[in-house]
């Protein structure tokens, strides 16, 4: 079936690094998203990696992907209060021959100062 | 260039009655997929345009419906509202049909069924 996962909450200090993980079920997806969401508002798409990639950086932003575990990992480096939010990670399933995602659950991070 | 913009932001409609919302996507962008997001069951998609087709469906019932014009924009219906259509609704616009990469939601319409 359809199922992306992730744990509901993680809390981190300031300054610290934040690592929000996330299991997908479709081996055929093509591109694997994170999205940053914050009370009252819509879905910024923070990155995505296309599946023949092991990795993407952007700026503090890393994005793991072990095709084999299926298995999504984004890392935020120096964390700051500002990154306080809900992060969803989607999947673009069926190879690509549609736009439609499959979200997670969110993962909650708190940044404490 | 704009960003992706839905109208209106707020909306209240009581049950039994039936709402619009719209969207338009960035400029150049031909495809808009519309997602409902609520606390109980995440975000879900509804519906898939391209070139004014719908592409995909997602598990809803027939009373919501959606459209897309010759100039992308897109607009849902939804019709005898129940209290369980409050939710917010989200719109996604991408460049192509398939295989897009980046996809840019816009804010959000917030409806509430009472």
């Known amino acids: 079936g359809e199922d992306v996962e992730q744990s509901l909450f993680l809390s981190v200090r300031e300054g610290d690094s934040s690592v929000i993980n996330c299991t997908y079920t479709?081996?055929?997806?093509?591109?694997l998203y994170w999205y940053k969401q914050e009370p009252g508002a819509g879905l910024q798409l923070l990155t995505y990696?296309?599946?023949?990639?092991d990795m993407k950086q952007d700026q503090r932003l890393t994005v793991l992907l072990n095709k084999k575990d299926k298995h999504l990992s984004l890392r935020i480096a120096d964390t700051q209060t500002g990154d306080s939010a809900i992060y969803f990670c989607?999947?673009?399933?069926?190879?690509?021959?549609?736009?439609?995602?499959?979200f997670g659950t969110g993962t909650l991070l708190a940044v404490q100062p | 260039k704009a960003g992706v913009t839905q109208t209106p932001r707020y909306l209240i409609k009581t049950r039994g009655q039936q709402v619009t919302l719209s969207c338009s996507p960035i400029?150049?962008?031909?495809?808009v997929s519309w997602y409902q997001q609520t606390p109980g069951q995440g975000l879900q998609f509804l519906f898939e345009?391209?070139?004014?087709?719908?592409?995909n469906k997602g598990n809803f019932p027939g009373r919501f419906s959606g459209r897309q014009f010759s100039n992308s924009r897109s607009e849902m219906n939804v019709s005898t509202l129940e209290l369980g259509d409050s939710a917010l609704y989200l719109c996604?616009?991408?460049?192509?049909?398939?295989?897009?990469?980046?996809?840019?939601f816009g804010p959000g319409t917030r409806l509430t069924v009472t």
């Open positions: 996604a616009s991408s460049l192509r049909g398939q295989g897009s990469g980046e996809q840019y």
């Open positions: 479709d081996s055929s997806s093509t591109y």
């Open positions: 990696i296309f599946s023949n990639m």
């Open positions: 989607a999947e673009s399933p069926y190879g690509g021959a549609t736009n439609k995602l499959i």
């Open positions: 400029s150049g962008h031909r495809s």
């Open positions: 345009y391209f070139s004014e087709t719908q592409r």
